[in-house]
Structure formats: C-alpha cells, structure tokens
Nanobody
Framework: QVHLVESGGGSVQAGGSLRLSCVTS????????MGWFRQVPGKEREGVAV????????IYADSVKGRFTISHDIAKNTATLQMDSLEPEDTAMYYC??????????????????WGRGTQVTVSS
C-alpha cells in the first residue's frame, strides 16, 4: 500500500505564492510518475502538473504554465508544487498522485493508482 501525504495548502491573496509538498514513506519515488491534480466541488478533477522522476520530464496544464513548478527530491521521497502568481481560479482541493508503473507519465488522473487525501488552496481576490 502506497501512502501519500500532502501539506502546504492554505489561504492567500491573488498574486501570492504557496508551496505544496507530497511525501510518501511507502516506496521510493526514484522511478515513478508523480503529479498534482485539483478539484472544485461540482467540477471534474483536472490535472495540474506531473513529473517523471527518473528523467525529470514535466507536463503542465496550460492554465498554470509559467506560474507553477513541479519538482521532486528523491532523498526526501517528496514531490513539490511551487505555485506563484496565484489567481482566484486556482482555488481548489489539491491532490497528490503517484504511480511507480506509469510509463510514460501523463497528465491524466485515471492513469494514477495512488492518491493523497488532498490539501485545500484558497485564493482571494
């Protein structure tokens, strides 16, 4: 069983920054896809960013390109989402996802087998 724990959510004004972290203690992320997805009540979950940990390849949603950065730290078994220039439209529950068998890494939620419980991000105007 893979356990993912997100942290770093909170409330911020538009233009501000937040840094989300996802830690797993169940397996090494050195060869894995890890990603961040978000969901607003009443809407479908959408992909934000994914990273292929063995080569560092990243994929971003168009809505966050240039503002968000996904990274990983193998030694800490952590994936991080740095969110800058936040907009009210970024308000959502953010979920970390991981899959050690996913290849290639894709920005599709149904492709991921393991999920955290989520962390809320609220951006006020």
């Amino acid at each position: 069983q893979v356990h993912l724990v997100e942290s770093g959510g909170g409330s911020v004004q538009a233009g501000g920054s937040l840094r989300l972290s996802c830690v797993t203690s169940s397996y090494t992320i050195s060869t894995s896809c890890m990603g961040w997805f978000r969901q607003v009540p009443g809407k479908e979950r959408e992909g934000v960013a994914v990273i292929t940990t063995w080569d560092g390849t990243t994929i971003y949603a168009d809505s966050v390109k240039g503002r968000f950065t996904i990274s990983h730290d193998i030694a800490k078994n952590t994936a991080t989402l740095q969110m800058d220039s936040l907009e009210p439209e970024d308000t959502a529950m953010y979920y970390c996802a991981a899959d050690p068998a996913l290849s290639p890494c894709v920005l599709v939620d149904m492709a991921f087998d393991y999920w955290g419980r989520g962390t809320q991000v609220t951006v006020s105007s």
